[in-house]
Each structure stands twice: as structure tokens, then as C-alpha cells.
């Protein structure tokens, strides 16, 4: 097992997060190396996963981080995210299906470091209270039309010069336009207020996706 990143792992092509809490969370794959869990992280399952194994620079989590995740669905992303930022760490999980929030607060309830938020994260007012004091690091992956104005409004929990990441689901945008005209578009967007690092190109793993990292300023 090699570290590829800040409690990332690899082996061959597949990437790794140290288990925090044992045991298997979407049915993946579990290996021991020198007395060490660790649970494999599938790309397929997880745009983040595909965008570091497609060449994502930076990993925007780290170790005691506090994390807004938008979009965090049952948890099969934040599961490893929460392995990386341990339990000095926070994860703030916002996303608006009751069915997807049930599930994550049952995960929550062994992994202490998962917060669930009900909400919509067009929202912002409805959880600005817990996140006063800011965020190290911001991620959103929810497939709407607005997808760029949300992760915009979002930014003003995240701390000067910290690092986010935007999963663009260009369909959810426009299903006429070519996907490269409509990155160009929510670039120009984010520019009013991040530094753009990198856009990986999420494919095979998922059609019409971009990863994009951003710093802000
Ligand atoms: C593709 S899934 C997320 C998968 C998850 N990020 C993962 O990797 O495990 C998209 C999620 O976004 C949520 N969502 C869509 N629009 C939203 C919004 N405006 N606010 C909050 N959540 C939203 C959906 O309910 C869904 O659970």
C-alpha cells in the first residue's frame, strides 16, 4: 500500500481510505496490510474517488478538517471522507431527500465525525447557524440546473485561500448544448470568487461530469 495523498491510499489503480470505524459502509472491498483496514474506494461509486484517479492534484480534505459536503446522498462519498478527516474532524452533509437523510443518520451514529443537515443547500439560511465559524474545505456534487449558483452561495462558509471541489453534472444544465460550452460558461461564474486549480474530466467513470478545484480567494 502506497500514500498517494494526506490518508489517501493506493494499490495498483484502486485508492484506499484508512477505516475509521471497521466495517464495510456500500459494500466495498476491505484489505489488512501490517495490521491496518483499509476500505477500498470505488470511482464508479464516488466522483470524488474519480476525479483523484483520473489526476486531481490536491485533496481538498485533511486530517481534523471541518468539511461542508453538498449532496451527500446515503454517504458513500463522506464515508471516506470521514475516514480521512478522523475524528478530529467534522463533516456538515446537507441534501434534501428525507429517504438519502435517513440513511445517513443511522451512519452517523457510528461515525460521530458525520453532521446530517435536511436541507436544500440552494438554502443557505437554514444552516448558516452551524457554520459560523467556517469551513476548511467545500464539496458538492448535486445534479441540478443551478448546480454553479448553489456551490456559489455556499462559498461564503468556506475560509480564504481553503480549497473546494465542484462535481458539474453538465446534462443536469443543458442536455442541447456541447459539454465544453457549458464548462466554459460556470467557469466564468466561479472566477468571480475562486481560483481555478484544475478541471479533470470524470470520464470513464461517469458521461458529461467535471471535477473542478477550486481555492478561494
Ligand atoms: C449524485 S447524488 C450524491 C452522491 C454522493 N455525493 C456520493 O458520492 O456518495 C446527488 C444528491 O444530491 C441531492 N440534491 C439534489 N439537489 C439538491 C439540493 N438543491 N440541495 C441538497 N441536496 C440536493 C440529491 O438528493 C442526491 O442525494
Not at 19 to 40: Q, S
Not at 48 to 75: D, H, M, P, Q, R
Not at 206 to 217: A, D, M
Request: charged share 30%.
Amino acid at each position: 500500500m502506497e500514500k498517494k495523498f494526506n490518508e489517501i491510499y493506493s494499490k495498483g489503480r484502486n485508492l484506499y481510505t484508512h477505516a475509521f470505524i471497521d466495517g464495510r459502509v456500500y459494500g466495498e472491498k476491505l484489505i489488512t496490510e501490517n495490521g491496518i483496514n483499509y476500505r477500498e474506494w470505488n470511482p464508479f461509486k464516488s466522483k470524488y474517488c474519480a476525479g483523484l484517479t483520473n489526476g486531481l492534484k490536491e485533496n481538498i480534505f485533511f486530517k481534523g478538517a471541518t468539511v461542508l459536503y453538498l449532496g451527500s446522498a446515503e454517504g458513500t462519498t463522506v464515508s471516506h471522507v470521514s475516514d480521512i478527516v478522523g475524528e478530529e474532524g467534522n463533516i456538515f452533509c446537507v441534501d434534501l431527500s428525507e429517504i438519502a437523510m435517513q440513511k445517513l443518520v443511522k451512519l452517523s451514529e457510528k461515525r460521530e465525525n458525520i453532521l446530517p443537515i435536511l436541507s436544500d443547500a440552494g438554502i443557505v439560511d437554514n444552516y448558516k447557524e452551524y457554520l459560523e465559524d467556517g469551513v476548511d474545505a467545500l464539496f458538492q456534487d448535486v445534479s441540478q440546473k443551478d448546480q454553479t449558483e448553489i456551490f456559489l452561495k455556499n462559498a461564503v462558509f468556506l475560509k480564504k485561500n481553503c480549497l473546494g471541489a465542484l462535481s458539474l453534472k453538465t446534462l443536469s444544465i443543458s442536455q442541447s448544448e456541447k459539454k465544453e460550452k457549458i464548462l466554459e460558461n460556470e467557469k466564468k461564474k466561479l472566477e468571480s470568487v475562486f481560483e481555478i486549480l484544475q478541471i479533470v474530466n470524470l470520464e470513464p467513470f461517469e458521461t458529461g461530469h467535471y471535477l473542478i478545484l477550486v481555492k478561494k480567494r
